[in-house]
């Protein structure tokens, strides 16, 4: 990026105005600077400090900072603002937790996860889509399944709406395909109505190949983000609901953005919207709430209640990064270990309860994830295989 760019980013990150994806980008940069330090020694000299982020300003940014010149002073705003960024790394680097296993496991480290599904067709055959070459896939009645080049997996009508105005082709049985991402996978499917779905690690959408005429209704498990197409493809304007299944609750909509977070281990469903308008409703109770944009459904076992979301942090995987704000601990190694496909083994359930807040980039590798946390000086990880361990950090003196 330039200069300019570079500047408006950072005055936006100590501000705390970036948007997910800046905020993303800039922690990063951080952990990809961490991890090439040794951080070895724990003297810590406050000049040295200081000329090492000198340093590391002007080979990050190409912005002599400490040289004169027409933009001198924006220049050390830049410095100052970079400062405060490059705080906890320099801490990092000059007092490192002493109980931190990561270090040791690199070179053992856990890949984070990556496109990759299977594709259920409606007769059993099951496609693996990460194997799958670009292009027309499956055909099923009159609906061509194709795979575009970004990976996306992309359902066209081929025939025309029938004279009772179905949007299905007089030869079309329900037959309904489900799209399953592994622990380790995500990805994104167009489906017959033009709706963008995205899936997150362990979840799944089953759906019919063609809608019926009266509603759109799929059913999820795990965690998807939802673009619901209100124009169908056909190019007519109809009020045919969408209708989302999942758990104990029904998530009604026409057009809209939102995201539904429904893994079984979770204790409640969270439907979170951002644009538009949505019903949820809990058919074996018959409670209903309507959501307006900002807000988040919670559905328990015999609750639905309402309050406001932090939306960024809803659809963080979304925008390629794990965010959490005073979350505890196993809620967070729970998707961790669906992300990196590894088992989480505690030496306490105390450690659980750990309360974090932080954001850091899903591709990054987990160690650089873990150590993250472990600059807290509350927690150390360790890495064994497919394995991670967590327990107490020692502090030494």
Known sequence: MTEQQLYELLKKYTRGDCTADEK???????????????????????????????????????????KGGLYTFRRWYIAASVVLFLASACLFFYLKPPAVHIAE???????PGSDKAVLTLANGSKIILNNATTGKIAREGSVVITKSPDGQLIYTVAATESQNGDYRSVHDSLAYNTITTPRGGQYQVVLPDGSHLWLNAESSVKFPAIFRKDE????????VYFEVEKRLKAGRMANIPFIVSSGNQEIYVLGTHFNLNAY???????TTLLEGSVKVRQPATGKEEILHPGEQAL??????????????????????????????????????SRWYNVEVIYASDDLKRELFSGTVSRFASVSQVLRKMELT??????????KIYVSKAELKH
């Open 264 to 270: 079984p281990e979770e204790k409640t469903i969270k």
């Open 216 to 223: 759109r209704r799929v059913a999820v498990t795990g965690e």
């Open 377 to 386: 000086g509350s927690v150390s990880f360790k890495i064994e295989g497919k």
């Open 105 to 111: 496991t690199e070179k053992r480290d856990i890949n």
């Open 299 to 336: 559905s328990g076992h015999d609750k639905l209640t309402v309050q406001q979301a932090d939306t960024d942090l809803a659809v963080a995987w979304k925008a390629g990064y794990f965010s959490f704000s005073e979350s505890n601990l196993e809620q967070i190694m729970r998707g961790i």
């Open 24 to 66: 993303a980008s800039i922690e990063t940069w951080y952990l990809k600077e961490a991890k090439t330090q040794p951080g070895e020694s724990r003297d810590f000299d406050p000049l040295k400090a200081k000329q090492e982020i000198w340093s590391r300003i002007e080979s990050n940014t190409g912005i002599p900072v400490e």
